[in-house]
């Protein structure tokens, strides 16, 4: 800015027009992103009233989650192996021939991220013997008993389907088990195993939200948000591996479209947890020490969700009339985004928890309401 122009602000009453770069420098990240918490949650923190709030000798009133990084894994696959699972059905039941390519992708990737899942709780569990246990009474009221079998049986209907898919891709030779299996009908174990699937990759967000700690259990969305997560992260996955293969673009369209979809209903379901949750939230958004806002606002919100959905915006509204050519591989760094915040999201739920748990004042204050 030349003198003239300074001179001629200074006569209109204007002050000097600050530098864009000095002001972005200026920006405390920790400051903005404390606002986000105060925005998305609509608490703003008050820690004189706060201190002055009963508790016991300031002990925490919960016993805090032993769940650790194996049950962080479990939800993420478990998603994956249940989104992909009712995308395969999807497209089985209503898709084209050319849809066949999401078909063999969706079952194979259910069937090899289901695989991880019983390691994974069995280990978290801690003995294998508590596993087998679970399965010797279902209670309906039990959300861990309600858990495991439904794992069981969503396992039988993803193997088959798998194997099936197996048969009619010719990869078990041609025997006569191998035709009798091909002769099965995959489209009718579809729709009952989709039923599964998705009490799958929504029981987690449920058995969360039954406990007392206040972050999971102050909102009864985190079901919605689980299993909208599964289909945004079992498209990006399905959508990058289709790519590597040179699936045709227009096949991709339409997974593009889903995964966008599901990305939507995830925001606003996640939107609307913070809101519902309110104070309750500030452990897995605020920036305070305990508080992983950090985390969540980088890596899950803003990195592996708004970004893609961003970007996939984008994608959807420049693309051009569908065409047999393969598609670019630019598409894979969406997926490859979203599948990181589908696994944050589970992390900072799981991290921001524990956090919950331990305050001595949250506890309390939440069993009030």
């Known amino acids: 800015m030349n003198e003239e122009q300074q001179r001629t602000l200074q006569k209109l009453g204007l002050s000097r027009i600050p530098d864009i770069g000095k002001v972005l420098q200026n920006v405390d990240l920790d400051t903005?992103?404390?606002?986000?918490a105060v925005l998305s949650t609509g608490y703003q923190p008050d820690p004189v009233r706060e201190l002055q709030e009963t508790t016991y000798y300031d002990y925490p009133a919960l016993k805090a989650p032993i769940w650790k990084w194996e049950i962080i894994w479990y939800f993420f696959f478990g998603g994956l192996a249940a989104g992909c699972y009712v995308i395969a059905s999807v497209?089985?039941?209503?898709?084209?021939?050319?849809?066949?390519?999401?078909?063999?992708?969706?079952?194979?990737?259910?069937?090899?991220?289901?695989?991880?899942?019983?390691?994974?709780?069995?280990?978290?569990?801690?003995?294998?013997?508590?596993?087998?246990?679970?399965?010797?009474v279902f209670k309906a009221k039990s959300p861990m008993s309600m858990g495991v079998w439904g794992?069981?049986?969503?396992?039988?209907?993803?193997?088959?389907?798998?194997?099936?898919?197996a048969a009619k891709d010719g990869f078990l030779g041609r025997w006569w088990g191998a035709r009798l299996l091909a002769a099965l009908p995959q489209r009718l174990l579809a729709i009952p195993g989709s039923g599964f699937a998705v009490f799958l990759g929504s029981y987690?967000?449920?058995?969360?939200?039954?406990?007392?700690?206040?972050?999971?259990?102050?909102?009864?969305?985190?079901?919605?948000?689980?299993?909208?997560?599964?289909?945004?992260?079992?498209?990006a996955l399905i959508s990058f591996v289709l790519r590597l293969v040179g699936t045709p673009k227009h096949v991709l369209h339409k997974l593009e479209q889903?995964?966008?979809?599901?990305?939507l209903l995830e925001i606003?379901?996640?939107l609307a947890f913070l809101r519902g949750s309110g104070r309750a939230a500030r452990a897995l958004v605020g920036?305070?020490?305990?508080?992983?806002?950090?985390?969540?606002?980088?890596?899950?919100?803003?990195?592996?969700?708004?970004?893609p959905w961003l970007l996939q915006t984008i994608v959807l509204l420049s693309s051009k009339k569908q065409t047999s050519k393969p598609a670019g591989k630019g598409g894979a760094i969406i997926s490859l985004l979203v599948?990181?915040?589908?696994?944050?999201?589970?992390?900072?739920?799981?991290?921001?928890?524990?956090?919950s748990s331990q305050n001595a004042r949250e506890a309390l204050w939440n069993a009030r309401r």
């Open 32 to 36: 903005l992103l404390e606002q986000f």
């Open 91 to 136: 497209a089985a039941l209503f898709g084209s021939k050319e849809d066949r390519a999401v078909v063999r992708a969706g079952y194979y990737i259910s069937l090899l991220a289901l695989i991880f899942c019983p390691p994974l709780l069995i280990k978290d569990l801690g003995r294998p013997e508590r596993f087998l246990n679970m399965l010797r």
């Open 151 to 165: 794992l069981v049986i969503f396992s039988l209907f993803s193997a088959l389907s798998g194997v099936i898919q």
């Open 204 to 235: 987690t967000g449920v058995l969360l939200a039954t406990t007392s700690v206040p972050l999971w259990s102050r909102s009864k969305l985190l079901g919605g948000i689980f299993i909208s997560s599964a289909m945004s992260t079992s498209t």
């Open 258 to 263: 889903l995964e966008w979809s599901a990305m």
């Open 268 to 270: 606003i379901g996640l």
């Open 287 to 307: 920036t305070q020490p305990q508080e992983h806002g950090q985390n969540f606002w980088r890596f899950m919100f803003g990195g592996g969700l708004i970004l």
């Open 339 to 355: 599948l990181m915040g589908g696994y944050f999201l589970r992390r900072t739920l799981i991290d921001a928890g524990h956090s």
